[in-house]
């Protein structure tokens, strides 16, 4: 079937969809997304196996697009005045979400794993729970955006969410090592530390560079229109990417951090903000939500249903209890340690990606595919559940009129 015909079918879908459920009071991204899994190759026969695969770059721009808007909410006279709390809450959710979740799977694995892999006990329960704090801030950029939302709750969420990849990939960087030690396979801890840390270090460089280079070009731009700027942003967006990329830092950090350097360092922010807003946001949010749900197999889950149950569970206890301890530490108010969790709950993107890293490794081949089920029927619950919370987290604190 004709690609073009296919991302035409899809955008209506998920248009016609998200309409529907905004009649019923959710998200329009939760319509999105079962507009993806209703196409799901598997369920309706429309759209080619094949086809799914063929949009992980388009899938990895949108995700650019996505973090550029997370670091553009990081302007730095808001950050002042809860820096300490924002970096405390940060480090405790995360590491606590991890601590939660290996917990939980471990104690689940001595009950719920073949006989044959009960050996691997460890490292599959290690491997697993870092995948667990990261946080999707895509979701609920998107709801804060859709319902206006503005406060303190807000801020803090995406504050949070954009640092939380950062702290996800040292763990997972560490938790790799010891995994890779406890198979008896190479693997050094603090090789993986040192990796991690130039990946960040790289990624924030280039980032600061051409965030540098773009703030002075552009005060010598005076007559481009605001389609000409939504252009060069889009462009600029996907050169960043594809520089990190190529050297081989992570390129969501990249992108995150020229979104900072352009809402902190540029006196033509709102104008910049305000046009990706206008003529770009939409299509992106669309585009990124239903090939999510392209990509959710839903096959072959039975294994993997008790597991992604204690993972759900788990994982948000575990960022509940750090959100609030890391708030009452830092006297912060009360509506922060009740809602702030709520946008933090919607996972995807990233995750996936390093589920099937690990799959690829050879010393991992034992549990390798129940750990990618696991990991996908996980996204399936936060992508779809997530939004839901986010909203309802940031109306009752009173940010959603």
Not at 66 to 71: H, K
Request: aromatic share 12%; glycine share 10%.
């Amino acid at each position: 079937m004709n690609a073009i015909f296919i991302f035409g079918l899809l955008i209506i879908t998920a248009l016609i969809l998200g309409k529907i459920v905004s009649y019923i009071g959710l998200p329009k991204i939760t319509g999105y997304l079962f507009a993806g899994i209703l196409l799901d190759p598997n369920i309706s026969g429309l759209i080619t196996p094949n086809f799914p695969n063929l949009t992980n770059d388009i899938s990895n721009f949108c995700l650019a697009f996505i973090t550029f808007e997370v670091g553009s909410t990081l302007y730095l006279p808001k950050l002042k005045a809860q820096g300490k709390a924002l970096g405390l809450m940060t480090i405790l959710e995360a590491l606590l979400a991890f601590a939660f979740v290996f917990g939980g799977i471990y104690l689940a694995s001595t009950f719920l794993l073949p006989a044959n892999l009960l050996a691997f006990a460890f490292p599959f329960s290690l491997l697993i729970a870092t995948l667990a704090s990261p946080t999707d801030p895509s979701a609920t950029l998107a709801i804060a955006h859709q319902y206006k939302a503005k406060g303190p709750v807000s801020s803090t969420i995406m504050g949070i969410a954009a640092f939380d990849d950062a702290v996800g990939l040292l763990l997972f960087s560490i938790g790799l090592g010891l995994a890779k030690s406890s198979t008896g396979a190479d693997g050094s801890v603090m090789s993986g530390v040192v990796d991690s840390l130039l990946e960040i270090g790289g990624a924030l460089l280039v980032g600061i560079a051409i965030g540098v280079i773009f703030n002075f070009v552009y005060k010598f731009l005076k007559s481009t229109s605001k389609g000409g700027v939504n252009a060069i942003l889009l462009g600029l967006i996907a050169f960043s990417y594809g520089v990190s990329s190529w050297l081989k830092f992570d390129s969501l950090i990249t992108t995150m951090t020229l979104g900072f350097m352009v809402t902190n360092f540029n006196l033509k922010s709102n104008e910049i903000s305000e046009t990706l807003e206008t003529y770009t946001e939409e299509i992106i949010f669309i585009l990124f939500f239903v090939l999510s749900g392209l990509h959710l197999n839903l096959a072959g889950f039975t294994d993997a249903i008790p597991f992604i149950i204690v993972f759900v569970i788990f994982r948000s206890l575990g960022k509940y209890t750090g959100v609030m301890t890391g708030a009452m530490l830092s006297n912060q108010p009360s509506s922060i340690k009740k809602y702030v969790v709520g946008g933090l709950i919607p996972q995807g993107g990233i995750v996936v990606g390093l589920a099937l890293f690990i799959q690829q490794i050879e010393a991992f081949n034992a549990f390798g595919g129940l750990m990618l089920n696991i990991i996908m029927g996980t996204t399936i619950l936060h992508e779809i559940f997530g939004p839901i919370i986010a909203k309802a987290s940031l109306r009752k604190a009173g940010e959603i009129k």
